[in-house]
């Protein structure tokens, strides 16, 4: 495979993880979205599987490693801000007999918009790392990328 199709590749996941996010952020914002537009596990995701399938050739690059964390990072968040709006109520008792649902609801949807405004921030740490990946294959001689892939 030549670096340009490898570039390829790491804008099409790029993109991917842009569209995941949109998807991420309609939900917060109370757009309904299909399950499977937003995965919860960081390898099931159109990035992940690049990630961890052909993206597997670059690991020897410390720009490709850099980019796990903040991923994986923006799946936890991810699931943090499912678990608010769609888990278990995991109030007590008393609270349900007593509480008020809709100030629970509303609760939890600002607790879910400040997860967004994390997962948004991580983002964009998880694209600055893609962008260095990109810079450094693009960097890269012919001969150098025939090492490492």
Excluded at 13 to 30: D, E, N, T
Excluded at 61 to 75: K, N, V
Excluded at 86 to 113: P, Y
């Amino acid at each position: 495979m030549s670096k340009k199709d490898i570039i390829m590749q790491l804008r099409n996941a790029k993109s991917a993880h842009i569209q995941w996010r949109s998807y991420a952020q309609a939900l917060v914002a109370g757009i309904p979205v299909e399950q499977d537009h937003v995965p919860v596990i960081h390898t099931n995701c159109k990035f992940g599987k690049w990630y961890y399938g052909p993206g597997q050739q670059l690991t020897s690059l410390s720009s490709y490693r850099a980019i796990e964390t903040p991923h994986e990072m923006l799946h936890q968040i991810y699931m943090q801000i499912f678990k608010l709006l769609f888990g278990e109520d995991d109030r007590s008792a008393f609270q349900k007999l007593f509480g008020s649902n809709a100030k629970v609801k509303k609760e939890h949807q600002n607790e879910a918009e400040n997860l967004m405004r994390n997962l948004l921030s991580v983002s964009g740490t998880l694209l600055e790392a893609i962008n260095n990946l990109e810079a450094e294959l693009k960097d890269m001689s012919d001969e150098e990328f025939s090492v490492i892939y």
